[in-house]
């Protein structure tokens, strides 16, 4: 069973269409983030989630909503894409939001979006 | 800001060969971790220091945390074509966000 499985694994779209892309966890952790890996490979937060409330929204267009139905779960939708979007979305967990050093991540295999 | 930089950015090698790689801020860190990123894959964690000067191994992979909390580094020793990856060093600032750097990129040749 995958720890933090992600879909889809690639994804190719126009610009202005509206995309969600989907994350599970099932480790039983706390706390889930949305990171993007730009070309460069520069991995950068974007948002953190602690059992389903919002406690990391970094500088990311309004374009972009995370939503968390429950802990297990952690959703990205994007509206109105833009050919700058196009990067690598990493969906992770840890088993709580950075207390004691173990705050190790699991990450999943990644989202490539192709924005065209 | 609280910033991490790695060197080098990009290192090609023989099997067999040793090297190190590099973490380092002007920030103390209460702990660094170290990932490896394979092509297509998440990163993968590999260890976390905790403590100024402490040295962890894992088999072949040397890693140590600075005696101020500032710095790692990484030394692998007889590079192997498996240890081909990007090797990403990661803190945690203070507003418990966790911040990575921008990584290394191994590539060991056969």
């Known amino acids: 069973d995958t720890a933090v499985s992600q879909t889809p694994k690639y994804l190719v779209t126009q610009m202005g269409n509206d995309k969600s892309i989907k994350c599970e966890q099932n480790?039983?952790?706390?706390?889930m983030y949305w990171y993007k890996q730009d070309s460069k490979k520069f991995l950068k937060i974007m948002f953190s989630?602690?059992?389903?409330?919002?406690?990391i929204n970094e500088t990311v267009p309004n374009r972009f909503s995370p939503k968390s139905p429950d802990k297990a779960h952690l959703n990205l939708h994007i509206n109105s894409l833009e050919l700058g979007d196009s990067a690598v979305y990493f969906c992770?967990?840890?088993?709580?939001?950075?207390?004691?050093?173990?705050?190790?991540?699991?990450f999943g295999s990644g989202t490539r979006l192709t924005v065209v | 800001t609280q910033l991490l930089e790695q060197s080098p950015q990009f290192l090609s090698i023989q099997e067999g060969e040793n090297l190190t790689v590099y973490c380092n801020s002007s920030?103390?860190?209460?702990?660094l971790q170290w990932y490896r990123q394979e092509p297509g894959e998440g990163p993968v964690l590999l260890v976390t220091?905790?403590?100024?000067?402490e040295v962890k191994k894992l088999k072949r992979l040397t890693f140590q945390f600075g005696d101020a909390r500032k710095d790692s580094s990484l030394h692998i020793t007889a590079a192997q074509p498996g240890d081909t990856g990007l090797y990403l060093c990661?803190?945690?600032?203070?507003?418990?966000?966790?911040?990575f750097g921008p990584g290394t990129s191994l590539s060991v040749i056969p």
């Open positions: 992770a967990s840890s088993p709580s939001r950075g207390g004691g050093p173990n705050y190790g991540y699991t």
């Open positions: 480790l039983g952790h706390d706390t």
């Open positions: 920030s103390v860190f209460s702990s």
């Open positions: 220091v905790v403590t100024g000067g």
């Open positions: 989630y602690n059992n389903k409330e919002l406690i």
């Open positions: 990661a803190a945690k600032t203070s507003y418990d966000k966790v911040i």
